[in-house]
């Protein structure tokens, strides 16, 4: 007697089973990166990269400006508007263009990968460890020229100019 369920029951099963996985699924939105995610620039073996820390550590040298729509998989470094930003992106989801985040008096130098000379990004350091450059002026707002023999950096989203002074 109940063998004649048995086929029904199962076909009726793998039915549900089968539209139930044609049936569109709503994936839950990635988290927004915000301007509260901030990176040291850290050598590794054989490159440099960011490496996200604690926005009250010393360390920090680079903040999330904005972070633009990236559709594709991969990480394109021109979505990021005019600017020296580095493009940064986790897994699927947007890209995050990130800008230095310094402060005047603050010296910088290129993190160097520990195997090769190849100097890799601009990061944040001690003033008497032979910087490259120390920050001269940093101003939000209108684009603007640095003084004499110092190099202008500038962001456009948000507006930000730094005026670096070549050690």
Not at 31 to 40: D, M, Q, R, V, W
Not at 141 to 147: D, K, N, Q, V
Request: hydrophobic share 35%.
């Amino acid at each position: 007697m109940w063998r004649q369920w048995i086929v029904p029951s199962v076909l009726t099963l793998l039915c549900v089973a089968g539209l139930t996985a044609l049936l569109p699924r709503e994936e839950p939105e990635p988290a927004t990166p915000t301007s509260a995610l901030c990176f040291e620039m850290a050598g590794g073996s054989k490159s440099v990269g960011p490496r996200q820390v604690d926005c009250s550590a010393g360390e920090v040298s680079y903040r999330v400006a904005l972070t633009v729509e990236s559709p594709d998989w991969s990480l394109d470094p021109g979505a990021c508007p005019e600017g020296p930003y580095l493009a940064l992106r986790w897994g699927t989801g947007d890209t995050m263009c990130l800008a230095l985040s310094v402060r005047e008096g603050d010296c910088l130098s290129y993190v160097k990968p520990r195997k090769g000379t190849k100097p890799g990004e601009l990061g944040r350091t001690d003033c008497t460890n032979e910087p490259y450059a120390e920050v001269r002026k940093v101003v939000t707002g209108e684009r603007l020229s640095c003084g004499p023999g110092q190099k202008a950096v500038h962001y456009s989203q948000p507006p930000l100019t730094i005026c670096l002074e070549e050690l």
